[in-house]
């Protein structure tokens, strides 16, 4: 008798499949590398176009007591039962399991008094994590508590880190790897909420003060990634080992409310990542890095995974330290339709501050700032010059243009930086209503600037009347 294995015939199939695809997908980008920059992607969740701000957010937070609606797991009491000052890491882990994915939702509580010590967790949807007033869930220092997990760490889709608080995880990789996004199946959650106003201390200083440390594995803190309708609000965040507040692959997320300050390097407050419709209001930073950074993927893998971030509203913002309110340099699935306004820039680096690079490609288009006021260090960049690197194709020169300054009240010593490409002029730049005072150093390469009623006038100037 002749026996055929189907199994493995059917494994050959599927392989040459994914191989023919892969070659269509490779040739294609190769294509439009040829022709230019990649136009921007779409949203990670496609069938939600662009929301009306500022957006709801989670739906178990409209309501001040939304967190009351459906099952409570008080992780203080039986079954959970943890005890103060101990890992918790079990109870809260169970907790979130049995008060997730539930239709009427649920909520998983650390009443005020306690202090819980946990490992990376996982976040479910229809849950309301609430750490209250005089709580604090407190990171440990043992490196194996934050697993390695695949996920985007530095706008790269790579084996990182887990996160002090994650969302979305992947649960089956390619086959095939294909390297630029390794996943084949994410779990996508809806609906989560992260309040209470207790402190999240990720207890992270070793992360960025441990020189064997590969930096592109350490953990986010809130990594919250594929998540449909998030709210994080009235929180204390301290001590993150990497980015802060890192929604990505996300939509309908709203930040407010927040306290967050971090030290270390790379430890950005809140960088929305190829995600779409945030808002971020009353908001206080003061970070190692930058205040906000908005981002969408870097370099080829960006490019390749091609999710954009559009529709981004912050404003009454509190920004102190920080590197600076930014958007890039990770600009690879472009930047649209951004709103920085209504607040308050004291001892920030910069106040204004888009930046990207060739090698990122896609770019960054229509972002206004308006209304701010304070003493940076230096007032505005807007550079496709953040880091140096050789002229390569077209799909990875970034672009940059209307964009709007109006309003802004900035004592600084340096001016402006305008740094444009010899091939990716920043183009469409209006300053309206501009004053600057303090020092008036200023570089305009490559850059086309329409001003009225602005100090100083900048050198690449075009009258508006």
């Known amino acids: ?48 176009g662009i929301m009306s701000q500022p957006v709801v957010g989670a739906s178990r937070a409209l309501s001040v007591d939304g967190w009351k609606v459906g099952k409570l797991c008080d992780v203080t ?14 109870a809260l882990q169970t907790a979130i399991d049995d008060c997730g994915d539930l239709p009427d939702g649920g909520t998983v509580l650390v009443p005020s008094g306690f202090v819980l010590i946990t490992a990376s967790l996982w976040l479910r949807s229809n849950l309301t994590f609430r750490v209250e007033m005089g709580a604090t869930l407190l990171g440990t220092e043992v490196l194996d508590d934050a697993p390695l997990t695949y996920t985007r760490r530095n706008c790269l889709m790579t084996d990182a880190h887990a996160g002090f608080l994650n969302a979305g995880r992947c649960i089956r990789k390619k086959d095939p790897l294909v390297g630029w996004d ?24 070793h992360w960025y003060t441990n020189k064997d440390t590969n930096n ?11 998540v449909d309708g998030l709210t994080v609000r009235d929180m204390r965040i301290r001590r993150p080992g990497y980015w802060t507040v890192h929604p990505c692959f996300s939509n309908n997320v709203r930040v407010t409310g927040n306290d967050i300050k971090t030290y270390g390097t790379n430890t950005d407050g809140c960088d929305p990542d190829s995600t779409w419709n945030v808002y971020i209001y009353n908001n206080s930073f003061s970070t190692g890095d930058d205040c906000i950074a908005i981002k969408s993927g870097r370099d080829w893998s960006g490019r390749m995974v091609n999710i954009s971030t559009v529709n981004v509203l912050a404003e009454g913002n509190t920004f102190l330290q920080g590197h600076g309110v930014s958007i890039g340099s990770e600009t690879s699935g472009w930047v649209r339709n951004i709103t920085i306004r209504d607040s308050s820039v004291d001892g920030t680096n910069l106040a204004v501050r888009i930046k990207t690079m060739r090698g990122r490609g896609g770019g960054v288009e229509d972002v206004v700032y308006e209304n ?20 390569t194709n077209a799909s990875a020169t970034p672009e940059m243009r209307r964009i709007t300054l109006r309003n802004l009240t900035i004592h600084s010593s ?25 020092g008036t ?9 329409k001003a009225s009623d602005t100090s100083p006038t900048p ?4 009258s508006l009347h």
């Not at 909420?193 to 402190?199: A, H, M």
């Not at 592109?216 to 594929?226: E, F, K, S």
């Not at 701010?372 to 002229?391: R, V």
């Not at 050198?459 to 075009?462: D, G, L, Q, Y």
Request: charged share 15%; glycine share 8%.
């Open 1 to 48: 008798p002749v026996f055929i294995n189907f199994g493995a015939k059917a494994k050959q199939y599927q392989l040459v499949v994914t191989i023919v695809s892969l070659v269509m997908l490779i040739a294609l980008h190769a294509i439009a590398c040829a022709m230019g920059a990649l136009p921007p992607g779409p949203g990670p969740f496609p069938e939600y």
């Open 216 to 226: 592109n594995q350490r953990p986010m803190m809130l990594d919250l990634l594929w």
């Open 182 to 205: 390794d996943c084949a199946e994410w779990t996508k959650l809806e609906n989560v909420v992260i309040e209470g106003g207790g402190t999240l201390d990720a207890n992270g200083d």
């Open 459 to 462: 050198k690449c100037t075009k």
């Open 77 to 90: 009491k039986a079954p959970y039962s943890a005890s103060n000052g101990t890992n918790a890491t079990v």
């Open 372 to 391: 701010l006021s304070g003493a940076t260090k230096a007032a505005i960049q807007l550079t496709l010059n953040y880091g140096n690197a050789a002229p």
């Open 441 to 449: 150093k200023e570089t305009c390469t490559h850059c086309e600037i």
């Open 414 to 438: 340096n001016y402006l930086e305008c740094d444009g490409l010899d091939d990716s002029i920043i183009e469409d730049v209006t300053f309206e209503h501009v004053t600057v005072t303090g």
